[in-house]
């Protein structure tokens, strides 16, 4: 079975300071994994892919199979990163979710 | 270009009532999914649309919940008898679906459900 699992509800970090997103999965097979974000008021959207290995806004996140982990993560925070964050797994069949962090980027 | 639209985007219905929740995915793409967001909650899967597949319907919380799609289309989501624990943001995401290859999900901007 897929499985994404967001330990963290609520990450709350000051302005300036690293910031890690913690994401898990379970999958039997080879993963397509996912970051989405959701900022106020706008709607949920891709934020970057595993696949692509890309830095968006400042994050990056790196598969570890071993770990069967796909953290989330960006040196310095900024306030505009304030925002719920979503990982996903695409499997042999639909994507899957987990629950979700909300981030908050204090000043 | 066009993206995801659903409609309505505002819903305020009387406890009992059915409502009728409709998506438009972007032309092409094959999978269609639906879910739920509470106030300062997740993403809750609802349903998912594959192409001419049967739906996986694991994610509906009760019968008073189903949804149709039509070919590759519009999808509605219709909510009978609703409760007050269903008020909630719909979303409604779709996406190509080609195995072993990255299937973005794009989103609509959900209707806001609110059941007095």
């Known amino acids: ?32 994994l996912f970051w989405y974000v959701q900022y106020s008021r706008q709607r949920l959207q891709l934020l970057l892919r595993h696949i692509s290995r890309e830095s968006i806004k400042g994050f990056t996140a790196d598969l570890n199979k071993g770990e069967t982990s796909f953290h989330l993560k960006k040196p310095f925070a900024q306030e505009e990163d304030s925002a719920m964050y979503y990982c996903a797994l695409q499997g042999a069949q639909k994507l899957v979710f987990g629950q979700g962090t909300r981030l908050t980027i204090n000043p | ?13 009387e406890k009992g009532k059915d409502v009728e929740l409709r998506c438009d995915p972007i032309s092409g ?4 999914y639906w879910y ?3 106030l300062g909650q997740g ?19 009760s019968d008073r919940f189903s949804a149709e799609r039509t070919g ?8 009978q008898r609703t409760q ?33």
């Open chain 2, 43 to 61: 993403l809750e899967f609802l349903i998912y649309f594959q192409g001419n597949s049967a739906p996986d319907k694991s994610g509906l919380p």
């Open chain 2, 1 to 13: 270009g066009a993206g995801v639209s659903q409609s309505p985007s505002n819903k305020v219905t």
């Open chain 1, 1 to 32: 079975a897929q499985r994404v699992t967001q330990p963290e509800k609520l990450l709350s970090v000051f302005k300036g300071a690293p910031v890690e997103l913690k994401c898990n999965y379970s999958y039997s097979g080879s993963p397509e």
């Open chain 2, 84 to 116: 007050q624990e269903d008020s909630a943001v719909y979303l409604c995401a779709s996406s190509w679906d080609r195995p072993m290859v990255d299937n973005e999900q794009f989103f609509g901007p959900g209707t806001r459900l609110t059941v007095l």
């Open chain 2, 72 to 79: 590759e289309s519009v999808s509605t989501l219709t909510i």
């Open chain 2, 36 to 38: 739920r967001q509470r």
């Open chain 2, 29 to 32: 793409h094959t999978a269609l």
